[in-house]
C-alpha cells in the first residue's frame, strides 16, 4: 500500500520566510541599482526599507505561511494597497521583470514552485496597470 505523501504548501516548497526575504532583498537590490527598472524605482519612496520589510510577510501568508501581515492589515491586498499609485504597463512589467530576476537569482531549489511564484506575481503586477 502507497504511503500518502503530505502536501506540502508554496511557501514551505519556496523555503519559508527566509526564502521570502532573501528574494525580496535581491528585488529591491535589482530595482535600486538597474536601470532597466528606473520608471518603476521611481514611482516607490526614497525609503525603501518598509517596503523590503513588508513584502516578505505578505507573500509569506499569501504563499499558506504565516499570516501576520494579514492580521496586522486587516481587510488589505496589494491590490488596495496600490490602487492610490499611477502603476502603468511599462512599471508593472518591469515589476514582473525585476521580481522574476530575484525569484530566478535566489535559485530555489524546487523550479516548479520558482516558476509558479514568478507567474502568478507578474500577474498580480500586470493586473495593477492601468490604461
Request: hydrophobic fraction near 40%; glycine fraction near 8%.
Amino acid at each position: 500500500m502507497p504511503v500518502d505523501t503530505p502536501v506540502r504548501s508554496p511557501y514551505e516548497r519556496i523555503g519559508g520566510l527566509g526564502e521570502l526575504r532573501r528574494i525580496t532583498d535581491r528585488f529591491y537590490d535589482l530595482m535600486e541599482t538597474d536601470p532597466a527598472f528606473a520608471a518603476l524605482r521611481a514611482i516607490h519612496a526614497d525609503d525603501l526599507g518598509p517596503m523590503r520589510d513588508s513584502l516578505p510577510g505578505f507573500l509569506a501568508g499569501w504563499s499558506g505561511g504565516p499570516r501576520d501581515w494579514f492580521e496586522a492589515h486587516p481587510g488589505k491586498c496589494m491590490m488596495s494597497m496600490h490602487k492610490p499609485f499611477a502603476i502603468t504597463r511599462e512599471t508593472a512589467a518591469q515589476w514582473a521583470d525585476c521580481m522574476e530576476r530575484a525569484i530566478a537569482d535566489a535559485k530555489l531549489p524546487d523550479p516548479d514552485i520558482a516558476r509558479a511564484l514568478c507567474d502568478v506575481l507578474g500577474q498580480m503586477a500586470r493586473g495593477m496597470a492601468r490604461p
